[in-house]
């Protein structure tokens, strides 16, 4: 089951995948396992992974995942529910990573990332919550990095809510499921 968690800055998303992965865990008597692909590039990164731990408590084990996504999802067992957090950040790693390409080859290589992880999704038999941030509510952005950045994002929430069982908008704290097909 693949659950897509969507939801702008400080929206509440990551705490309300942690409680589903959390609540599923219990039921389901199995471990939960967080993979992350945040990097702590500054101290401000670091405070923000430091209060996402806290905010988390003991019990989870962690899979650190900035790059190599679709390579560590090959490796995961139906003993484990996971959260992934967060795709946006993964997506940003992978454009860093060409940051001295054109903006084609930047194109090309996010899109081909993008291709594999999904591939490796649907091929995988786990129980995932996947989170990302919704950043295309906005205006359109200034600067063609970040406006290729931003259209990648698109890209990739789309495929992955295309593929998910179920996709949930959370803004202000609130959760509201906009796709449902588990039955």
Known sequence: MIHFVLGGARSGKSRFAEQQISALAEKQGKQAVYIATATAIDTEMGSRISQHQRDRGDGW???ECPLALAETLTDL?????????CLTL???NQLYNVHEASSTEQGQHLQSKIDIL???LTAIDVDIVIVSNEIGLGVVPMG???RLYVDYCGWLNQKIAEISDKV???TAGIPLCIKSIIE
């Open 90 to 92: 993964w997506l940003n």
């Open 144 to 146: 063609e990095s970040t």
């Open 77 to 85: 067992d139906n003993n484990n529910v996971y959260l992934l957090d």
């Open 61 to 63: 084990q962690l899979i």
């Open 168 to 170: 949930t908008l959370v």
């Open 118 to 120: 999904t591939a490796q």
